[in-house]
């Protein structure tokens, strides 16, 4: 039976991995895979997450199983940070799910399950793991348009004019903050036009907020999100714990249901319960309880707080020190696009043989539609990339 599987595409992502690791340069620069890293390419545990871990060694007493749609705590911990005073409980569904991606897929099968005939807008481009889950499950994809190759910024009037057409029943999955694999972000004043649009064809928003705290800040990060939320009777949000608080290997995620009335909450409760028994059963623990702990405790949330704002400065201060060497090298304002952008990607618009250009001349390893993680580098790697960029003829 299994002699009968059909190959399947590497992920690009990893296959890009598997190159850069097998490449025996010194001095050779990963820019492809994203995940946070510090100076010196290492992945650190926060320091609120290491208390917190100890905290809950000293005091754990069983393993066995938590709730099936994840622990309160978690939850509520979870719908404060991302809704702030807009999170109501009473009419929220709430899912701990298998990472950020599990909050997508999961998203995605419940909206299915309300409307079989579903389509989901996605912008173009998107994270391409988007579409691979989509494409998988068989839904019908409609690409609105969103990046402009020539400004590396957002095309927001082709972007109205395409989800305008999307209507009830439909999905129209935005990126929160930090939009991959672009950087380039909506202002909150598109934001409004936005829920405007969805306030007028009745299409439920998706929001996917995997980067909350790496952009703007943690509270403005979400202000899109709340946003939407006050305007939405019915909103979807996906939320990842792996970037802002470092766990990424715990695989901690949540799935918030916004809803118009308890009684609709309650059936939206009882459909996604339903989907972590059919797909994983009990959703993992270990993540959830560490976030919850730090975050409901003043102490240990004001030291994550304070290290989240070190992360997030650092790529800000990466990304100015990039634009400005490209303006000196240039002699033009023409990358000053990267200092605007926020969170660990920005897209350079380079071409395919562009990037190759720069991976094998100069060992520097970016995605081959040229995102590149601003968090692969250093003030010493910073220069050599600008250098690459410009003798590439990006």
Known sequence: MLGNLKPQAPDKILALMGEYRADPRQGKIDLGVGVYKDAT????????????????????????????????????????????????????????????????????????????????????????????????????IVNYRYFDNATRAV??????????????????????CCHNPTGANLTLEQWTEVATILEANGATPLIDLAYQGFGDGLEEDAAGTRLIADRIPEVLI???????????????????????????????????????????????FHGAKIVATVLNDAGLRADWQAELEEVRGGMLRLREQLARELRDLSGSDRFDFIAAHRGMFSRLGATPEQVAKMRDEFAIYMVGDSRLNIAGLNDQTVPVLARAIIEAGV
């Open 238 to 284: 996906a939320a990842s714990c792996s970037k802002n608080f470092g766990i990424y290997r715990e695989r901690t995620g949540i799935l918030l249901a916004l809803c118009a009335d308890t009684a609709t909450r309650d059936l939206a409760q009882g459909a996604m319960a339903f989907l972590n028994r059919q797909t994983y059963s009990f959703p993992p």
């Open 155 to 176: 095309d927001f009037d082709a972007m109205k004019a395409d989800i305008s057409a999307a209507k009830k029943g439909d999905v129209v999955l935005l990126h929160g």
């Open 41 to 140: 390419g290492h992945t650190p545990i926060m320091r609120a997450v290491l208390e917190a871990e100890k905290r809950m060694l000293e005091t754990e007493t069983t393993k066995t199983y938590a709730g099936l749609a994840g622990e309160p705590d978690f939850q509520k911990a979870m719908g404060d940070m991302i809704l702030g005073a807009g999170y109501k409980a009473q009419t929220t569904a709430s899912l701990a799910t298998v990472g950020g991606t599990g909050a997508i897929r999961q998203a995605l099968e419940l909206a299915r399950m309300a409307n079989p005939d579903l389509r989901v807008f996605v912008s173009d481009p998107t994270w391409p793991n988007h579409v691979s889950i989509m494409n998988f499950m068989g839904l019908p």
